[in-house]
């Protein structure tokens, strides 16, 4: 059992993506596209790389960032549509 549990481990750490290595650009890019196993890796590095910000950076970040969340969720998304009591 305990050589199984190796095993998967050390797999799971070969396909883990490393975060870390990546440019704050590529993460933003990456957002909500994440693997929700690496989810809390993903978060990790994004909040060490906003606490590294100044206070002026971390503005114009966190609105970019809520600007690209509320776009992609503006509707207009090929979902079907309601058509009022149809």
Same mark, same amino acid.
């Given at each position: ?14 396909? &883990? ?43 114009? &970040? ?25």
């Amino acid at each position: 059992m305990r050589k199984i549990s190796l095993i998967i481990l050390s797999v799971a750490a070969v396909f &883990a993506v490393d975060y870390s290595a990546m440019s704050t650009d590529e993460l933003k890019a990456s957002r909500g596209t994440v693997a929700e196993a690496d989810r809390s890796a993903y978060k990790s590095e994004m909040q060490s790389r906003m606490q590294a910000l100044s206070p002026e950076e971390r503005k114009t &970040a966190s609105e970019s960032m809520r600007q690209s969340r509320s776009g992609s969720q503006d509707g207009t998304g090929g979902g079907k549509q309601y058509r009022g009591g149809r």
